[in-house]
């Protein structure tokens, strides 16, 4: 299922293609219902009479909750199902009809001044259902909901109070003393979030997961209101099968079963050529792990031969520690790869290699530069318009019919120094290989474009999608919800955001994951959406297994393996 990022406009228009197909909003609505219900349940199960407390607005949103509640009781008849009304619903309401019937308790935030019953309900629940507004929600929030919201954090708060000090002195002799937090999923998405620009409210409910619909929703991977989603899980409520897609919209949250269909063959009667040949062209003495991180991040991920190019002390230092790959010994100048190195890199490729990383660790003294350059075809100081294929200058043939041979060149991927030695020079972008892929932090990005940090982070989607457009190159910005842009200006969201990754050395493992694939043959944007999911993946299970303040660059590596078997099955 191809997951499409929709603004609340498009979301509307989508409903409403659905609806006039035959899919009417009652019956999007008790799909939504389902859906929610689905994954309550799921985080329910083994609680034999849980405590839900269902949060209702007055609009749609209100509705998905109340059908959410009612098939979560007809789930489970001992489970203790609750309404909290915003608002009076209509009379008619049929969802507030079947709930009177079945006798389920039905409270109004007007009759409750002081809040007292909605933070009783609260602490005492196992789980709360927050279905107070979708994507008509405005900001500011209004005194009531504003006030309810609050009231609910407190409820969670209290739900968790202790009336001894003893787990501040010693929590692990009475592990079990602790009550659990209920656990909140937000329905579309939280209470308080602009669904657009990811505006939070001040008096905004954090979830635990959310559950939206049809497709996400920019507000839902945008910061600050990102922190507030928690896990998101998207249901499409099966109206993108039947309605035709809106032109407008182009981007995508990757998923799962999209990176399985991409994943490069493995066919069982092979060799290690089957498999490709990655070069490393990464390190200097002062960083000398970005070279193992990259070449093992490759590895693992699958290509069959990896090549180290670094300055020759580096050698000296890793080769024991990366023992599978093979090594090109470049002359150096206090440690730091020299300009003189660039042909004996371009010598060694010649049509051997499939894919190929240059940047890692490299420094950015001026000889890096000049090596870069060298490498990237072209002179220290030229830049002309026409593009250049990576290693070779342009024929004088190639330059009168504007026509370049791109057929012996390896797939290129640039990070860190590289990225930082080009962004010293004007218009570096003109000196890229067609579908370069660029990997910069939000650092590097602020450099390569010129742009402030807080402007890029104010709307990175529109950054990266617009610089990917002017440097026809595959950029993709790292950071919580990864995007990865094509040349078209085209985005893909990768769903993680793991603080875990917040440490030295796990880029070079991303690079390293990515040039893996372009290896095995992928095209450079599928190599940069597969490998910046399986990176995101294997944060997780590295997060899980440790605690994520103790997660290192190694532990990533040493988790793609179940990043992949999760992956392929």
Same mark, same amino acid.
């Given at each position: ?80 199902? =609750? ?35 909605? =933070? ?8 709360? *259902? ?36 003893? #787990? ?70 099966? *109206? ?14 990757? &998923? ?7 994943? $490069?063959?493995? $066919? ?12 490393? %062209? ?15 991040? !490759? @590895? ?10 670094? !300055? ?30 660039? $042909? ?8 051997? @290699? ?50 370049? &041979? ?64 002017? #440097? ?29 990754? !917040? ?21 450079? @944007? ?30 990533? %590596? ?12």
């Amino acid at each position: 299922m191809v997951i499409k990022l929709a603004t609340t406009k498009e979301t509307r228009a989508i409903e409403e293609a659905a609806d006039k197909a035959g899919i009417s909003y009652k019956e999007m609505m008790e799909r939504a219902g389902q859906a929610a219900a689905n994954r309550a349940l799921a985080m329910l199960n083994g609680i034999e009479s849980p405590f839900v407390t269902i949060l209702v607005g007055p609009g749609n949103n209100g509705g998905d909750g109340l059908v959410t509640g009612l098939l979560i009781k007809q789930a489970n008849e001992r489970a203790e199902v =609750r309404f909290y009304l915003l608002k009076e619903r209509a009379e008619d309401d049929p969802y507030i009809q079947v709930a009177k019937e079945a006798e389920i308790f039905i409270a109004l935030s007007e009759n409750d001044k002081d809040k007292r019953l909605l =933070r009783n309900m609260v602490a005492q629940s196992d789980m709360v *259902i927050d279905a107070l507004f979708g994507i008509g929600i405005k900001l500011p929030l209004r005194d009531e909901a504003a006030q309810m919201l609050r009231a609910v954090k407190r409820g969670l708060n209290e739900s968790t109070e202790q009336s001894d000090d003893q #787990w501040a002195i010693n929590p692990i002799a009475t592990p079990s003393a602790k009550p659990q937090k209920p656990f909140v999923l937000a329905i579309d998405g939280p209470s308080g979030l602009d669904f657009d620009s990811g505006e939070l409210d001040s008096a905004a409910l954090f979830a635990d997961e959310t559950v939206t619909f049809i497709g996400a929703k920019p507000g839902l991977i945008r910061f600050p209101g990102a922190d507030a989603v928690g896990k998101l899980t998207v249901a499409n409520l099966g *109206i993108t099968d039947k309605v035709k897609p809106l032109k407008s919209v182009t981007n995508t949250l990757l &998923d799962m079963q999209t990176v399985k269909e991409r994943m $490069p063959e493995r $066919p069982l009667n092979s060799s290690k050529r089957s498999f490709g040949r990655a070069m490393v %062209v990464a390190g200097s003495i002062n960083f000398v792990g970005a070279v193992h991180f990259s070449a093992s991040a !490759a @590895y693992r991920t699958g290509a069959g031969l990896v090549s180290i190019a670094t !300055a020759r002390p580096v050698t000296s230092l890793l080769a024991s520690t990366t023992p599978e790959a093979t090594w090109l010994l470049l002359p150096h100048d206090m440690g730091v790869i020299s300009k003189e190195a660039a $042909p004996i890199v371009l010598e060694e490729m010649g049509d051997r @290699y499939s894919g190929m990383l240059i940047g890692p660790g490299l420094g950015q003294e001026e000889t890096t530069r000049q090596f870069v350059y060298d490498l990237l075809g072209q002179d220290k100081g030229k830049s002309d318009s026409k593009k250049r294929h990576l290693g070779f200058m342009a024929t004088s043939e190639e330059a009168d019919n504007g026509e370049d &041979d791109a057929s012996n060149l390896p797939p290129l991927i640039i990070d860190a120094d590289g990225l930082n030695v080009l962004s010293k020079d004007e218009k570096w972008w003109e000196r890229l290989p067609e579908n370069t892929i660029l990997t910069p932090h939000i650092g590097e990005m602020s450099r390569l474009t010129g742009m402030e940090i807080n402007d890029i982070e104010a709307d990175r989607l529109d950054a990266v999608s617009k610089h990917a457009k002017k #440097w026809k190159a595959i950029v993709l910005l790292k950071g919580a919800h990864t995007l990865i842009a094509d040349v078209d200006g085209t985005v893909t969201v990768l769903p993680f955001k793991n603080d875990a990754l !917040a440490t030295a050395g796990t880029g070079d493992v991303l690079s390293g994951i990515i040039v893996g694939l372009l290896a095995q043959g992928l095209k450079p @944007y599928d190599a940069a959406c597969v490998g910046g999911y399986i990176h995101g993946m294997a944060g997780e299970y590295a997060a899980q297994d440790l605690h994520p303040r103790s997660v290192i660059a190694s532990d990533v %590596v040493n988790h793609i393996s179940a990043a992949l078997t999760a992956i392929t099955g």
